[in-house]
């Protein structure tokens, strides 16, 4: 053991600024408040039973006596089919973190589905706007020269134009859905200019 002579004659000799003291006393009870060791924590993760090659985790959690018994109900305790609650409640878990993997998933793309989606029909609304415009233009222009037309044919008599309106009318309203060679003519030409267009 070094004495402090000896300390203080190997510190002249040695150009160290500093030398070690080996003879330090053991560690002491004191009279504080604190203790001396640290406590023994609680072990962060509970002990491991079974299989060390099951890639399962244990989790935890609490929930009211109304989910509890609807748990309980579900995994048929008492019943020959009953299914253990660590079995049952693990599945709940992993559906759950899978359905909100999906919505998040659904979240990221729904806005690509929506400009997809738009692109479409803008392309559909330009194919057909101008095809929908000149029906519109030429059969109000039609409708209007054939009651002129009709009007004058019959001397101004105004009750038998109003029976024929009706009467075209009702016929219309049938002839709508009606399919004819005709209708799926033209049907037919629409769709093969469209192809040809795409």
């Not at 929908?132 to 134009?161: C, H, M, P, W």
Request: hydrophobic share 30%; aromatic share 8%; net charge positive.
């Amino acid at each position: 053991m070094n004495t402090p002579v000896e300390l203080f004659l190997q510190k002249k000799e040695s150009s160290a600024p500093f030398w070690q003291d080996k003879g330090t006393p053991g560690r002491t009870d004191t009279a504080s408040h604190e203790a001396s060791y640290p406590p023994k924590m609680a072990q962060s993760t509970p002990k491991h039973h079974g299989s060390q090659k099951r890639q399962l985790h244990e989790v935890s959690g609490c929930v009211t006596d109304a989910v509890f018994q609807q748990l309980e109900t579900l995994r048929h305790v008492g019943r020959p089919n009953e299914e253990s609650r660590s079995s049952y409640v693990g599945k709940f878990v992993t559906q759950g973190v899978q359905r909100n993997a999906d919505l998040s998933y659904l979240s990221m793309i729904e806005p690509a589905i929506e400009r997809v989606l738009d692109r479409k029909f803008n392309r559909f609304e330009n194919r057909f706007i101008a095809i929908i415009t000149r029906l519109a233009y030429q059969i109000g222009q039609v409708l209007y020269l054939l009651l002129n037309y009709l009007f004058l044919s019959f001397n101004n008599d105004e009750k038998t134009l109003r029976d024929i309106e009706t009467e075209s009318e009702k016929s219309a309203r049938k002839n709508i859905t009606r399919r004819t060679p005709q209708l799926d003519e033209v049907t037919g030409r629409l769709k093969q200019a469209m192809e040809e267009a795409n």
